[in-house]
């Protein structure tokens, strides 16, 4: 199942980084577990997209900045705006202030 994202931004300013799915192989995934027995865990549908990297720090390897900075962007969302997210795009937040948001995934 593929999952999409609506993002709103209600309260506050919240900078959202945004890279296409052709990045995955340079993102360091999270390792589900496959204990469950089932063939898709819950840790899969929600977090299939999660990255061991900080994509806000200068600190990341060499590959990182060099193939994946350049077809990834950056937006700040403030009160009222709202981000779709596509299938398979990873993505990172930041508040910049006290703020608040509600996404929906479907």
């Known amino acids: 199942m593929i999952y999409v994202c609506y ?3 209600v ?5 959202v980084w ?3 799915p052709s990045a995955s192989p340079l993102m360091q995934p999270v390792q589900h577990s496959q204990e469950s027995g089932h063939s898709m865990d819950i840790d899969e ?3 299939g997209n999660t990255s ?4 806000f720090s200068s600190d990341s390897s060499k590959e990182f900045p060099d193939q994946v900075v350049p077809s990834s962007m950056t937006a700040t969302l403030g ?4 981000l779709f997210f596509p299938p398979g795009w990873w993505h ?3 508040s910049e202030s006290t703020s608040f948001s509600i996404s929906m995934w479907f």
């Open 7 to 9: 993002l709103v931004q």
């Open 11 to 15: 309260v506050g300013y919240k900078s």
């Open 18 to 20: 945004l890279a296409p």
């Open 45 to 47: 549908l929600t977090m």
């Open 52 to 55: 061991r990297l900080d994509v």
């Open 79 to 82: 009160p009222g705006d709202m």
């Open 92 to 94: 990172a937040m930041r």
